[in-house]
């Protein structure tokens, strides 16, 4: 069975530091999908990456990084120079091919201080 | 851009009543979906629908949930008589393509309180 672990369950940083959110992901397919949501305080779900199992090349857009290990079934989102405005709850979740459901981890509360 | 609506953004209902929480997908998508998240939990499946046709549910997804296409752009979940525990947010969503690299669109939620 598919399952999506998120350690951290909130962290709290100050502008401008870096964060790393973590994502471990269980799965016995060997094609799958990983992907990060976003769900700020207003409650919607906001996509921010898909990623799939066979391309393990790491992602940059902007100040977001993802990085894909399939060796240690990791998931990994960076913020770069965090914002206040980058607080929210951060989804990591997964889809196998054999099926049409996302599983989702717990998510990281991230707060972003001032 | 095109986007996945809900409505009503927020119901109450009392224990045992029968709501349904409505959903217009977007127009050039074939397959939906139902999502709940209870308060400050995770987002869990319920169901994905294709042709007419459930496709896939989850053990949540008991006798007690339907769903429905009732016409060519409304997409409804039903809950026929609802307990306190399903207390939580709806997300509907929908995508073009069935293959797991086609994006999810959520719509932005039907918060259901059951009193």
């Known amino acids: 069975a598919q399952k999506v672990t998120q350690a951290q369950t909130e962290i709290s940083v100050v502008e401008k530091e870096d964060v790393t959110l973590d994502c471990v992901y269980e799965?016995?397919?060997?094609?799958?999908?990983l992907f990060w949501y976003k769900q700020p305080p207003s409650g919607e779900l906001v996509f921010l990456i898909r990623?799939?199992?066979?391309?393990?090349q790491n992602e940059i857009s902007g100040r977001y990084s993802w990085n894909f290990q399939k060796s240690t079934s990791s998931f990994n989102f960076t913020i770069t120079a965090s914002q206040v405005v980058d607080s929210a709850v951060y989804f990591c979740?997964?889809?196998?091919?054999?099926?049409?459901?996302?599983?989702f981890g717990e998510g990281t509360q991230l707060t972003v201080n001032p | 851009e095109p986007e996945v609506t809900q409505t009503p953004s927020h119901q109450v209902t009392q224990m045992g009543q029968e709501v349904i929480l409505r959903c217009v997908p977007i127009?050039?998508?074939?397959?939906f979906y139902w999502y709940r998240q209870i308060l400050g939990q995770k987002v869990e499946f319920l169901v994905s629908?294709?042709?007419?046709?459930?496709?896939?549910k989850s053990e949540i997804f008991d006798d007690q949930f339907s769903v429905e296409r009732p016409d060519g752009s409304n997409f409804t979940l039903k809950i026929r008589s609802t307990k306190l525990e399903d207390s939580a947010m709806y997300f509907c969503?929908?995508?073009?393509?069935?293959?797991?690299?086609?994006?999810?669109?959520f719509g932005p939620g039907t918060r259901l309180t059951v009193l």
């Open positions: 969503a929908s995508s073009e393509r069935w293959e797991g690299d086609n994006e999810q669109f």
């Open positions: 799965t016995r397919d060997t094609t799958y999908y």
């Open positions: 990623r799939n199992s066979f391309d393990e």
């Open positions: 979740a997964l889809r196998e091919t054999s099926g049409s459901r996302l599983t």
């Open positions: 127009s050039n998508h074939l397959y």
């Open positions: 629908f294709y042709n007419n046709e459930i496709s896939e």
